[in-house]
């Protein structure tokens, strides 16, 4: 059994929290795409965490933790985590593909200063050398994990890469030039590090779907950042969908049989690109301030989230994209304060209303067309069973499931783990 949880629009909608209470019925956890330019915020009796690199599954005994082949691999951060968790007495058992391809230490350097020289037109990179790191990539001059391993191979091939990486620096960033010795050194430190958790993961999985074990997926950002059918260029670098978890994993495209598509109820987004239903000011505000555990302020940055009310015509578009076979539906919780609540229910654009998620040009021209609902002016935390809600948040909970036409089978109505209700 594979399955995949993976979001339906910008990014940060509870995927950590969904993951990890999903664990428990699982026997491997794999990050199958992206890097460590998103946070998966935990919240579980060991504590509160942010994981960036590692996969939400290690706060399980049982579970074996995969970073597959698609994912950009930030070795030191990996290793950083990883000592984090064991220094809290959590001991994940992990694997690491030795397909991967590694964040080299040049790929952050020419984020940072790409987004410096773009200036007021840059992209609002997490700067983690995300987009650096898949350019090399599909340019053919990355470096897989395994490469590491043979090191005249490696430092050849390195020296190679900084003769154009340090024209690049000097001419076009004014920057100092980096030394093939000395990132090498790093590059071999990292390596021997890391070295105890690589193996050939594609076997592994191979295996383990012959023993009919459960594995499961884990994405990151949504539907919205894909480069492919989000709102380029305001995107990730790396397919958010599920269909890419066949390949960023190593396993067939049948395999993957249930999609679990994760919604937040209302709308939040890091960085730059078009937002319809975007609010502003003390509103926003009080929405942020209310949201998830903390406020909604992004893992990796801690930068605010824009807000916005629930998008259906974003979120729809967003879950058939993913080829949901069910929806998690997040931080209800946070809407107990309202006395009416506003859901785009359309974009009108040019005069005319759509209820289809367009391309980006005519994307950045929309109008949100709002319909109102009531509010339950209710703390909702607490219930456990989705009948005792209030009615009007089922009314709610129930229109965007109408709105999404997938059902809506997890409501989540706090960020601990237990505080999820089942339908």
């Given at each position: 059994?594979?399955?995949?949880?993976?979001?339906?629009?910008?990014?940060?909608?509870g995927k950590?929290?969904?993951?990890?209470?999903?664990?428990?019925?699982?026997d491997?956890?794999i990050?199958f795409?992206?890097g460590?330019?998103?946070?998966?915020?935990?919240?579980?009796?060991?504590?509160?965490?942010?994981?960036?690199?590692?996969p939400s599954?290690?706060?399980?005994?049982?579970?074996?933790?995969i970073?597959?082949?698609?994912?950009?691999?930030d070795?030191?951060?990996?290793?950083?985590?990883?000592?984090d968790?064991?220094?809290?007495?959590?001991h994940p058992?992990l694997?690491?593909s030795?397909?991967?391809?590694?964040?080299?230490?040049?790929?952050?350097?020419?984020d940072?200063y790409?987004?410096?020289r773009?200036?007021?037109?840059?992209?609002?990179s997490?700067k983690?050398?995300i987009?650096?790191?898949?350019?090399?990539?599909?340019?053919?001059?990355?470096?897989e994990?395994?490469e590491?391993f043979?090191?005249?191979?490696?430092?050849?091939k390195l020296k190679?890469v900084?003769?154009?990486?340090?024209?690049?620096?000097?001419h076009?960033?004014?920057?100092?030039a980096?030394d093939t010795?000395?990132?090498?050194?790093?590059?071999?430190?990292?390596?021997d590090?890391?070295?105890?958790?690589?193996?050939d993961t594609?076997s592994?999985?191979?295996?383990?779907?012959?023993?009919?074990k459960?594995?499961?997926?884990?994405?990151?950002?949504?539907t919205l950042?894909?480069?492919?059918?989000?709102?380029?260029?305001?995107?990730?670098?790396?397919?958010?969908?599920?269909?890419?978890?066949a390949?960023?994993?190593?396993?067939?495209?049948?395999?993957?049989e249930?999609?679990?598509?994760?919604?937040?109820?209302?709308?939040s987004?890091v960085?730059?690109?078009a937002?319809?239903?975007?609010?502003?000011g003390?509103?926003?505000q009080?929405?942020?301030m209310?949201g998830?555990d903390?406020?909604?302020?992004?893992?990796?940055?801690?930068?605010?989230?824009?807000?916005?009310w629930?998008?259906?015509?974003?979120?729809?578009?967003?879950?058939?994209?993913?080829?949901?076979?069910?929806v998690?539906?997040?931080?209800v919780?946070a809407l107990?304060?309202?006395d009416?609540i506003p859901?785009?229910v359309?974009?009108?654009?040019?005069g005319?209303?759509?209820?289809?998620?367009?391309?980006t040009?005519?994307?950045?021209?929309a109008?949100p067309?709002?319909?109102v609902?009531?509010?339950?002016?209710?703390?909702?935390?607490?219930?456990t069973?989705?009948?005792?809600?209030?009615?009007?948040?089922?009314?709610?909970?129930e229109?965007?499931?109408?709105?999404?036409q997938?059902?809506?089978?997890m409501?989540s109505?706090?960020?601990?783990r237990?505080?999820?209700?089942?339908?």
């Amino acid at each position: 059994m594979v399955r995949a949880i993976v979001g339906a629009n910008w990014g940060d909608e509870g995927k950590g929290k969904i993951t990890d209470a999903l664990a428990a019925q699982s026997d491997v956890v794999i990050r199958f795409q992206g890097g460590s330019n998103a946070g998966h915020t935990i919240i579980n009796q060991y504590g509160k965490f942010a994981l960036h690199q590692l996969p939400s599954g290690v706060f399980y005994d049982h579970i074996t933790n995969i970073i597959g082949n698609g994912v950009a691999l930030d070795m030191g951060k990996f290793l950083k985590e990883t000592a984090d968790l064991e220094s809290k007495g959590i001991h994940p058992h992990l694997l690491v593909s030795d397909r991967v391809q590694v964040v080299m230490p040049y790929h952050v350097l020419f984020d940072q200063y790409e987004e410096e020289r773009l200036g007021g037109k840059s992209f609002g990179s997490t700067k983690s050398g995300i987009a650096p790191f898949y350019s090399d990539k599909y340019a053919k001059i990355g470096f897989e994990l395994c490469e590491l391993f043979d090191e005249s191979y490696a430092y050849d091939k390195l020296k190679g890469v900084l003769e154009v990486k340090n024209t690049l620096l000097t001419h076009l960033y004014h920057k100092p030039a980096l030394d093939t010795d000395e990132v090498f050194r790093g590059l071999m430190a990292q390596r021997d590090a890391i070295a105890p958790y690589v193996g050939d993961t594609y076997s592994f999985l191979r295996e383990a779907r012959k023993e009919g074990k459960t594995i499961l997926l884990e994405g990151q950002l949504g539907t919205l950042k894909d480069p492919d059918f989000g709102i380029y260029p305001m995107v990730t670098s790396s397919s958010t969908l599920a269909g890419y978890g066949a390949i960023g994993a190593g396993l067939p495209p049948y395999a993957i049989e249930d999609i679990i598509v994760v919604v937040k109820a209302y709308s939040s987004a890091v960085g730059a690109g078009a937002f319809v239903s975007e609010i502003f000011g003390d509103e926003a505000q009080e929405m942020r301030m209310r949201g998830g555990d903390a406020g909604e302020f992004g893992a990796t940055t801690g930068r605010p989230r824009r807000m916005g009310w629930f998008d259906c015509v974003a979120s729809r578009y967003g879950v058939q994209a993913q080829g949901a076979t069910q929806v998690a539906l997040t931080v209800v919780d946070a809407l107990g304060y309202l006395d009416q609540i506003p859901v785009c229910v359309g974009y009108e654009i040019d005069g005319k209303v759509t209820t289809e998620f367009p391309t980006t040009p005519s994307l950045n021209k929309a109008k949100p067309v709002l319909k109102v609902l009531p509010g339950w002016k209710q703390d909702v935390r607490g219930i456990t069973r989705y009948q005792d809600l209030p009615e009007n948040c089922r009314k709610y909970i129930e229109f965007i499931e109408s709105e999404l036409q997938v059902p809506v089978t997890m409501v989540s109505n706090g960020p601990g783990r237990q505080e999820l209700i089942r339908r």
